[in-house]
């Protein structure tokens, strides 16, 4: 909480948000952000001596808003609107599937990252992880060729008969 009064201070006494940024190692949108806050809280810049409680709240204030959960999105209330659709087929059909018939059939604009973060929101048990088959390594064309002269320039592409085109 002390970062945040040092950046409401050096805010209220007219120092720029680059500056507090630099000399607190914050980056200018977290600056921004705090001040923002503070500003809907009730700071004016420039608005003379405060006492150290007055700073305490407005800093727990600014760090409040900052931290108040957001309201889900449009796109996520969109995809809550087929919950029951998609909770009996979930673990029957992927997701992939799920999410593309959702689209195809009943007008879903939702991308499928907020779709997957919905269902791994609403059932986290019920997601398992996606294995995939690891790739067979084959024999390098080179390890095939052997090591002397004829499989170097084989390797290389140059064939000895050939001369180079001009």
Not at 34 to 55: D, F, K, M, S
Not at 78 to 107: K, W
């Amino acid at each position: 909480m002390a970062d945040i009064k040092e950046i409401l201070v050096g805010w209220d006494v007219g120092e720029s948000v680059s500056a507090i940024a630099r000399r607190l190692g914050y980056t200018r949108v977290t600056v921004r952000k705090y001040v923002q806050a503070a500003e809907q809280v009730g700071l004016c810049r420039g608005g003379g001596r405060r006492q150290e409680v007055e700073w305490d709240r407005l800093a727990e204030a600014a760090i409040a808003q900052v931290t108040k959960p957001r309201a889900p999105g449009s796109a996520r209330c969109e995809v809550a609107q087929y919950h029951t659709y998609v909770e009996p087929r979930l673990g029957t059909v992927p997701l992939s599937v799920l999410h593309q018939r959702l689209r195809d059939e009943h007008g879903l604009r939702a991308s499928w990252r907020t779709f997957h973060r919905y269902v791994q929101a609403q059932w986290p048990e019920r997601l398992h992880p996606v294995t995939r088959p690891r790739a067979r390594r084959h024999k390098s064309i080179s390890s095939s060729l052997g090591t002397g002269r004829r499989a170097k320039a084989q390797r290389s592409g140059a064939d000895a008969n050939c001369t180079p085109c001009s």
